[in-house]
């Protein structure tokens, strides 16, 4: 499919977002605006200085200057904006469901208390649901490379606010944080009605993965990349029909993948796998949902049945309720069906 076609289909798509960590959608030219209005100097003398700093050798350093970048949120609004703006930006891609990870101890553990940061955060997706028509599910992150005492603290701020949070996660450094670190406050959230997603296969081994699944029980795996490594684990995910939201721009740009032409996601598809697209970062990582399924599909020569199948296997890996799932798959399949060339 030539460029232009592809993209003109590609925005078309009804699309759900599965990961994206709303810290990491915070382009420069807002994160300059709100460090402005909160009177914080940032090392950066211009939005270009600071775009020229998006260059990263792995995970770690990527994470330094998200942190650096997270610290100019201090106020409802900071939150609310960051929020809302990510939430327009991904309406313009069709996107109509979201399910955005946030991470309390990025805030809390710098004196910004939990309330605030949910707050302006829920305030935006409300807005989106009732303008957009847009629906979504919050997921709370516990940080791996802190301890699992921090995570407990965290789920205890969480307890007035269980209604507007529907499961938790586990993100940052993954390398020397296996999933097992978390396994009791992994148990603890899941008591609380909690439904449970972690990060494991990016840079971690294949035994992240099978430490995610046997140990914490997790009803979705984030990224994934490594379970190509095991052939049990890929018929067990099968046999599971557990999701992997993959982040193809992030993996290029952490180099988790040297080129686009290595990402392992059709290969993923062809076994059966519920492989599925998102964004992880986009504001680092060079691209949001579109984007992302563009250069995927441009490099590696997706057909419209892959396209077709990432969509629905995103509805089906969603968090949504079967009839949600169901009206939502629909949707894809007359889209593509409509199609004409």
Request: overall charge negative; some cysteine.
């Amino acid at each position: 499919m030539e460029p232009t076609k592809l993209k003109k289909v590609i925005q078309g798509i009804p699309k759900a977002e599965l990961h994206l960590h709303i810290e990491g959608s915070f382009e420069p030219e807002l994160m300059f605006e709100i460090a402005n209005r909160n009177n914080i100097s940032l090392a950066y003398d211009s939005v270009e200085s600071l775009k020229k700093a998006y260059k990263f050798n792995n995970l770690q350093e990527f994470l330094d200057i998200y942190y650096i970048g997270a610290q100019v949120l201090i106020h409802e609004r900071d939150f609310y904006d960051l929020t809302w703006a990510y939430l327009k930006k991904v309406h313009g891609q069709n996107v109509v469901h979201v399910e955005v990870f946030f991470d309390p101890q990025t805030h809390t553990d710098r004196g910004v208390p939990f309330d605030v940061v949910i707050k302006g955060i829920y305030r935006a997706l409300e807005k989106a649901k009732s303008e957009f028509n847009m629906t979504y599910k919050l997921i709370m992150s516990y940080l791996r490379h802190l301890n699992e005492e921090g995570a407990f603290k965290t789920l205890e701020s969480s307890m007035p606010y269980k209604d507007w949070i529907d499961g938790v996660g586990l993100d940052s450094s993954e390398l020397g944080n296996p999933p097992s670190k978390f396994l009791n406050v992994f148990k603890a959230s899941a008591e609380q009605g909690y439904k449970l997603a972690a990060h494991a296969g990016e840079e971690g081994p294949v035994e992240y993965i099978w430490e995610a699944i046997n140990l914490l029980n997790v009803d979705r795996i984030d990224h994934g990349n490594r379970c190509l490594d095991d052939e049990k684990l890929v018929q067990v995910l099968i046999e599971k029909n557990m999701g992997l939201t993959l982040c193809p721009l992030s993996n290029l740009e952490l180099k988790v993948i040297q080129k686009m032409e290595d990402h392992p996601i059709l290969k993923m598809l062809e076994k059966g796998l519920l492989a599925t697209i998102h964004s992880d970062d986009p504001a680092y990582f060079g691209g949001y949902m579109n984007e992302n399924y563009y250069e995927t599909a441009k490099a590696l020569n997706l057909k419209e049945e892959h396209l077709k199948q990432l969509a629905i296997n995103a509805f089906e890996a969603s968090w949504l309720n079967s009839d949600q799932k169901k009206k939502h798959i629909s949707y894809v399949k007359t889209y593509f069906n409509s199609l004409s060339y």
